[in-house]
Protein backbone atom coordinates (compact mmCIF):
# COMPACT_ATOMS: atom_id res chain seq x y z
CA UNK A 1 0.00 0.00 0.00
CA UNK A 2 1.62 3.44 -1.11
CA UNK A 3 0.77 6.66 0.76
CA UNK A 4 0.16 9.76 -1.08
CA UNK A 5 1.80 12.73 1.51
CA UNK A 6 -0.88 15.34 1.01
CA UNK A 7 1.53 18.10 2.68
CA UNK A 8 3.28 19.18 -0.38
CA UNK A 9 1.92 22.09 -2.07
CA UNK A 10 0.88 22.25 -5.41
CA UNK A 11 2.71 25.14 -7.85
CA UNK A 12 0.61 26.74 -9.98
CA UNK A 13 1.20 29.47 -12.60
CA UNK A 14 -0.78 32.40 -13.68
CA UNK A 15 -0.10 34.15 -17.39
CA UNK A 16 -0.50 37.50 -16.70
CA UNK A 17 -0.29 38.59 -20.22
CA UNK A 18 -3.02 41.08 -21.21
CA UNK A 19 -6.61 39.93 -21.81
CA UNK A 20 -7.21 38.70 -25.32
CA UNK A 21 -10.36 40.24 -26.23
CA UNK A 22 -9.61 43.80 -25.05
CA UNK A 23 -5.66 43.83 -26.47
CA UNK A 24 -7.76 42.72 -29.94
CA UNK A 25 -10.14 45.58 -29.56
CA UNK A 26 -6.95 48.13 -28.86
CA UNK A 27 -5.35 46.52 -31.98
CA UNK A 28 -8.35 46.55 -34.27
CA UNK A 29 -9.18 50.64 -32.91
CA UNK A 30 -5.39 51.59 -33.55
CA UNK A 31 -5.55 50.28 -36.90
CA UNK A 32 -8.83 51.32 -37.91
CA UNK A 33 -7.42 55.02 -36.32
CA UNK A 34 -4.25 54.78 -38.40
CA UNK A 35 -6.24 53.61 -41.86
CA UNK A 36 -9.22 56.25 -41.36
CA UNK A 37 -6.61 59.19 -42.11
CA UNK A 38 -3.99 57.62 -44.37
CA UNK A 39 -5.89 58.36 -47.66
CA UNK A 40 -5.60 61.79 -47.10
CA UNK A 41 -2.64 62.65 -45.92
CA UNK A 42 0.13 60.06 -46.34
CA UNK A 43 2.75 61.18 -44.05
CA UNK A 44 0.26 60.36 -41.65
CA UNK A 45 0.54 56.87 -42.22
CA UNK A 46 4.40 56.14 -41.15
CA UNK A 47 3.01 57.77 -37.79
CA UNK A 48 -0.53 55.25 -37.36
CA UNK A 49 1.28 52.18 -38.68
CA UNK A 50 4.16 52.69 -36.08
CA UNK A 51 1.31 53.53 -32.87
CA UNK A 52 -0.31 50.11 -34.42
CA UNK A 53 2.66 47.94 -33.95
CA UNK A 54 3.97 49.84 -30.81
CA UNK A 55 0.23 49.06 -29.49
CA UNK A 56 0.45 45.29 -30.39
CA UNK A 57 3.71 45.29 -29.54
CA UNK A 58 2.87 46.59 -25.58
CA UNK A 59 -0.02 44.13 -25.64
CA UNK A 60 0.88 40.49 -27.87
CA UNK A 61 4.73 40.74 -27.33
CA UNK A 62 5.58 42.10 -23.98
CA UNK A 63 3.36 44.07 -21.62
CA UNK A 64 4.02 47.11 -21.41
CA UNK A 65 1.67 50.29 -20.41
CA UNK A 66 4.25 52.57 -21.86
CA UNK A 67 4.64 51.35 -25.44
CA UNK A 68 0.25 51.48 -25.77
CA UNK A 69 0.35 54.77 -24.82
CA UNK A 70 3.53 55.52 -26.57
CA UNK A 71 1.37 53.84 -29.67
CA UNK A 72 -1.47 56.17 -29.07
CA UNK A 73 0.40 59.18 -28.79
CA UNK A 74 1.97 58.11 -32.40
CA UNK A 75 -1.74 57.17 -33.34
CA UNK A 76 -2.83 60.67 -32.11
CA UNK A 77 0.19 62.93 -33.69
CA UNK A 78 -0.97 61.03 -36.86
CA UNK A 79 -4.46 62.56 -36.64
CA UNK A 80 -3.06 65.83 -35.78
CA UNK A 81 -0.89 65.79 -39.05
CA UNK A 82 -3.56 64.42 -40.90
CA UNK A 83 -5.97 67.44 -39.58
CA UNK A 84 -2.92 69.91 -40.60
CA UNK A 85 -3.13 68.35 -44.42
CA UNK A 86 -6.71 68.91 -44.82
CA UNK A 87 -8.40 65.54 -43.77
CA UNK A 88 -12.21 65.88 -43.41
CA UNK A 89 -13.31 66.61 -39.94
CA UNK A 90 -15.60 63.97 -39.92
CA UNK A 91 -12.30 61.20 -41.03
CA UNK A 92 -10.61 62.92 -38.10
CA UNK A 93 -13.13 62.60 -35.40
CA UNK A 94 -13.53 58.58 -36.42
CA UNK A 95 -9.64 58.56 -36.08
CA UNK A 96 -9.97 60.00 -32.82
CA UNK A 97 -12.29 57.61 -31.65
CA UNK A 98 -10.31 54.66 -32.92
CA UNK A 99 -7.01 56.53 -30.36
CA UNK A 100 -9.08 56.78 -27.58
CA UNK A 101 -10.72 52.89 -27.66
CA UNK A 102 -7.26 51.70 -28.53
CA UNK A 103 -5.35 53.47 -25.50
CA UNK A 104 -8.56 52.82 -23.03
CA UNK A 105 -8.90 49.44 -24.19
CA UNK A 106 -4.77 48.43 -24.20
CA UNK A 107 -4.38 49.51 -20.69
CA UNK A 108 -7.93 47.79 -19.46
CA UNK A 109 -6.36 44.78 -21.46
CA UNK A 110 -2.84 44.55 -19.49
CA UNK A 111 -4.52 45.57 -16.18
CA UNK A 112 -7.30 42.46 -16.26
CA UNK A 113 -3.75 40.53 -17.17
CA UNK A 114 -1.76 41.64 -13.90
CA UNK A 115 -5.54 41.43 -11.75
CA UNK A 116 -7.03 38.18 -12.98
CA UNK A 117 -4.62 36.11 -15.05
CA UNK A 118 -4.91 36.17 -19.33
CA UNK A 119 -7.34 32.68 -19.06
CA UNK A 120 -9.84 33.89 -16.52
CA UNK A 121 -13.08 34.15 -17.96
CA UNK A 122 -13.30 37.94 -18.42
CA UNK A 123 -15.04 38.48 -21.98
CA UNK A 124 -18.04 39.95 -20.69
CA UNK A 125 -16.74 42.69 -18.25
CA UNK A 126 -14.32 43.34 -21.15
CA UNK A 127 -17.23 43.96 -23.50
CA UNK A 128 -19.27 45.61 -21.03
CA UNK A 129 -15.92 47.89 -20.83
CA UNK A 130 -15.56 48.44 -24.22
CA UNK A 131 -19.15 49.73 -24.94
CA UNK A 132 -18.76 52.29 -21.61
CA UNK A 133 -15.20 53.64 -23.42
CA UNK A 134 -17.05 53.90 -26.40
CA UNK A 135 -20.15 55.96 -25.20
CA UNK A 136 -17.84 57.99 -23.61
CA UNK A 137 -15.61 58.87 -26.36
CA UNK A 138 -18.13 59.32 -28.08
CA UNK A 139 -19.54 62.22 -26.05
CA UNK A 140 -16.12 63.74 -25.93
CA UNK A 141 -16.43 63.48 -30.01
CA UNK A 142 -19.84 65.07 -29.87
CA UNK A 143 -18.30 67.94 -27.68
CA UNK A 144 -15.24 68.54 -30.05
CA UNK A 145 -16.89 68.23 -33.16
CA UNK A 146 -20.17 70.82 -31.28
CA UNK A 147 -17.01 73.44 -30.59
CA UNK A 148 -15.85 72.66 -34.06
CA UNK A 149 -19.41 73.91 -35.89
CA UNK A 150 -19.67 76.78 -33.37
CA UNK A 151 -16.10 77.69 -33.98
CA UNK A 152 -17.07 78.20 -38.23
CA UNK A 153 -15.28 79.18 -41.07
CA UNK A 154 -14.42 75.13 -41.35
CA UNK A 155 -11.19 75.39 -41.12
CA UNK A 156 -8.72 72.67 -40.25
CA UNK A 157 -7.30 74.67 -37.21
CA UNK A 158 -10.21 74.50 -35.95
CA UNK A 159 -11.24 71.12 -36.59
CA UNK A 160 -8.14 70.08 -34.25
CA UNK A 161 -8.58 72.62 -31.40
CA UNK A 162 -12.16 70.95 -31.17
CA UNK A 163 -10.66 67.80 -31.52
CA UNK A 164 -7.80 68.46 -28.97
CA UNK A 165 -10.61 69.90 -26.70
CA UNK A 166 -12.62 66.73 -27.06
CA UNK A 167 -9.66 64.53 -26.26
CA UNK A 168 -9.15 66.21 -23.11
CA UNK A 169 -12.73 65.79 -22.05
CA UNK A 170 -12.33 62.25 -22.57
CA UNK A 171 -9.63 61.34 -20.84
CA UNK A 172 -10.49 63.35 -18.51
CA UNK A 173 -13.90 61.23 -18.20
CA UNK A 174 -12.23 57.93 -18.38
CA UNK A 175 -10.14 58.58 -15.82
CA UNK A 176 -12.78 59.54 -13.02
Do not use: C
Amino acid sequence: MSMIDDTTPTRVTVDRSPAKVSATGATIAGAVAALTTAPFALLALPLGLGGVAMIAGGLWATTSRRLVSLGTASLFLGVLVAGGFGTPVEFLLIATIGVGMAWDLGHNAIGLGEQMGRHSKTRRSEVIHAGATLIVVLAASVIGYSAYLVGGGGHPVAALAGMSLGLVFMIWAIRI
